[in-house]
């Protein structure tokens, strides 16, 4: 009771305490995530701007695109393709906004007649597109749908006006890149004018050497910041454990194999008595023994030998009917092959179909007829044309499912042996050039004519039970501890150190961004990336991923913050250029003569001649291109010589010779039109797309770099 009385007393300081070691649990799991988190973090994807995108909203999104493509598309690729879309979208709506552009009805009605143009729902009677339609579809679903179909297509029409908006935009862009006649007479002179120079090139290299601290890289990196943006990255080095059969296990399935040509004693658990179990080479029904041993069914079909897998081809073929080969070792599988027979077929043949369908046919869900009037309708179109087969290109348009091959008369043309499904392809093979009849598929009836055969060839007919060669759970189990015992020992070291102990190789990857999602040598990896970029991963350590196929452990190497390089990143790049700057100034220092001959003598180089250079393509033989040089030369008179000039590849002293003006035009209304033409068109193909260092949108590249962005893709992809 004494110790009870006592915490009564204390109850406040006991409340404190608690709530303090509540908040540093808090605390600490706040510092682990960055900063605190909010509903608005959880819920947001983004923020473009003002405007945030909804997380909830940009799943849907992508998980639609996924679905569309089919597989075609990822995960990752399709986060990517949609945010690239919905921030240009969300940029776009802001800088119309902004710049208060308004459109009016007609170019709202040109807009909505390109996005439904050829809708049957929207056109008239010649089919073309009805503005008066449109509204009568609106007032039905208005009074119809009002809280579904309505609210969507007031989507669309909000949608449709910010298509002719843009379309506007775009056109006051196209208005504004168009070339001058000033312009255009400039870059008329640029191409044409051409001078004749004598110059002296010092290269370099004539300098002492000069030393580059790093100092001078970070005064260089300072004044040129805009160059030496950096995104986050990160480097690994991982090794893989590849999941694959031992020796142990090919073995194995080679034992059961052998076991399967033989005729074996087995007990029979029924009667109680030991029985004669028929093997491969035996055996009275091949298609059930195949499929109760094989991992592949029995195809029950001719093959010609370009047919054949090329790895037993040259096998198989020298096969007598009813001999057995194998088993035969290919990849990741095992296999016994038996010629079961050998004929001379045909490798081809012409044929036209008319396909005639009926009720419960996958091929056409409208058809409304029953099987026996489909049957009754192809027995009648037979007839028609065993007497007329010129009849058939007409039969085939009025009556044919196949629509595809109905455009062409009926006629499939040339087909090659087991290209068509199986029932149809065994009619048509079967029977002789000139035959007319009818077979069923589940498609329906197809009216038949066989109109050529060619190419008959030796065909073969055979066996294969093929097993897969897999890894047991024993080499499994193996592996897992093999994987296992790495990463115990590259914790301990780095995995580095830990792979040259057990003679295994280590693959770097660098420069990882923070929304890949392939990792070399093992494609999709998406978890391996996202670990890597976690705040709470550290250089140097190491995790262990269970991926399809084995194990990867792999090692933090390297962390690149987003911002601006540092000097030793910068340092390859930079180091050349400061020190030739530093160079080119000990040499301009040391000339002091405008005498080309004197000061080619001072440095040891020759005095070089160029004709006929001009600024379209400014390049000095012997030296490649030096714009800066050729423009400088186009500022001096003729005998002229110019002050000492940095360019690509050393200082240069010039002398004009001579100079070759561009002709006088009296106009230049055309060269203004075609550079115009040339631009707008360069502009028209890059708005197709948001992506790709040479083709970005150019109108999207600058929204993006006036405004502020942020991405929190990664933290939920």
């Known amino acids: 009771m004494a110790i009870l009385s006592k915490i009564r007393q204390r109850t406040v300081f006991l409340i404190v305490i608690i709530a303090l070691a509540l908040f540093s649990f808090v605390l600490a799991d706040v510092i682990r995530q960055g900063g605190f988190t909010s509903t608005k973090s959880m819920n947001t994807i983004g923020v473009v701007g003002d405007r945030e995108i909804s997380r909830e909203e940009f799943a849907q999104m992508v998980e639609n695109r996924v679905q569309q493509s089919q597989g075609q598309v990822s995960t990752i690729q399709a986060v990517n393709q949609i945010w690239d879309s919905k921030v240009f979208n969300l940029l776009l709506d802001q800088e119309l906004d902004k710049l208060g552009l308004e459109v009016g009805s007609d170019q709202i009605t040109n807009a909505m007649e390109q996005q439904l143009a050829g809708n049957p729902t929207f056109s008239n009677e010649a089919g073309f597109f009805d503005p008066q339609k449109v509204k009568q579809y609106v007032a039905e679903i208005k009074v119809s749908s009002p809280n579904e179909m309505y609210p969507q297509w007031l989507n669309f029409e909000k949608s449709i006006e910010t298509i002719a908006k843009a379309e506007l935009y775009y056109d006051m862009i196209r208005a504004g890149i168009g070339a001058t006649k000033l312009e255009a007479e400039q870059a008329f002179k640029k191409q044409n004018a051409s001078l004749d120079l004598a110059f002296v090139r010092v290269p370099f290299d004539k300098a002492a050497d000069v030393e580059v601290s790093k100092a001078d890289i970070k005064d260089y990196i300072n004044k040129n910041k805009s160059a030496f943006k950096q995104e986050a990255e990160r480097d690994i080095r991982y090794v893989f454990f590849k999941e694959e059969s031992s020796a142990e296990d090919i073995k194995g399935v080679e034992a059961d194999l052998k076991k399967l040509l033989d005729d074996q004693e087995v007990y029979n658990s029924v009667t109680k008595e030991n029985e004669i179990q028929k093997g491969l080479k035996t055996t009275d029904n091949i298609e059930e023994f195949v499929n109760l041993n094989s991992d592949v069914p029995f195809a029950d079909r001719y093959f010609f030998e370009y047919q054949l897998p090329e790895e037993i081809r040259s096998d198989v073929t020298k096969l007598e009917k009813g001999e057995v080969f194998g088993p035969h070792v290919d990849a990741s599988t095992m296999s ?10 045909v490798d081809s043949v012409s044929v036209k179909h008319i396909l005639v369908t009926y009720e419960g046919t996958n091929v056409d869900p409208n058809a409304t007829r029953t099987q026996e009037e489909a049957k009754a309708l192809a027995d009648s179109i037979t007839n028609v044309i065993s007497k007329d087969a010129d009849k058939f290109a007409e039969l085939a348009t009025s009556f044919s499912a196949d629509k595809q091959s109905a455009e062409n008369g009926g006629d499939l043309e040339w087909v090659t042996y087991g290209s068509l499904v199986e029932d149809f392809n065994d009619y048509v093979f079967s029977k002789d050039a000139g035959h007319k009849g009818v077979v069923e598929t589940d498609f329906g009836y197809h009216v038949v004519h066989v109109t050529d055969k060619k190419d008959e060839k030796q065909a073969y007919k055979i066996a294969r039970i093929v097993k897969s060669v897999e890894a047991s759970d024993k080499t499994l189990n193996t592996l897992y501890r093999n994987a296992s015992n790495f990463e115990l020992a590259a914790k301990e070291s780095s995995v580095e150190e830990a792979a040259k102990e057990v003679n295994l190789d280590v693959v770097p990857v660098n420069k990882m961004n923070r929304l890949d999602e392939t990792i070399s040598q093992l494609g999709k990896q998406r978890n391996v990336v996202k670990w890597a970029f976690e705040e709470t991963t550290k250089v140097g350590d190491i995790n262990r991923f269970d991926i399809s196929g084995g194990y990867i452990i792999a090692e933090l190497v390297k ?18 250029i400061i020190k030739a700057n530093k160079q080119a100034k000990e040499i301009m220092s040391q000339i002091d003569s405008n005498d080309l001959d004197a000061v080619a003598s001072q440095f040891g180089v020759s005095v070089q001649d160029a004709a006929a250079v001009n600024m379209g393509s400014p390049v000095l033989a012997g030296a490649g291109r030096e ?16 002050q000492a000039i940095q360019g690509e590849k ?10 070759q003006d561009a002709p006088e035009l009296p106009s230049f209304v055309s060269q203004a039109n075609q550079e115009t033409q040339k631009r707008v068109q360069s502009f028209n193909q890059k708005l197709q797309r948001l992506s790709g260092e040479n083709n970005i949108n150019p109108v999207y590249k600058a929204l993006k770099e006036t405004s502020e962005i942020e991405d929190n893709r990664s933290n939920f992809y």
């Open 336 to 345: 016994l092959i038996k010629m079961i027979d050998k004929r001379q077929m």
């Open 559 to 576: 962390k690149t913050p987003e911002g601006v390089k540092t000097a030793e990143e910068a340092s390859e790049k930079v180091t050349s």
């Open 627 to 642: 714009p800066k040089v050729v423009g400088a030369a186009f500022a001096l008179e003729t005998n002229g010589v110019s």
């Open 650 to 659: 050393g200082v240069y002293l010039v002398k004009l010779l001579a100079k």
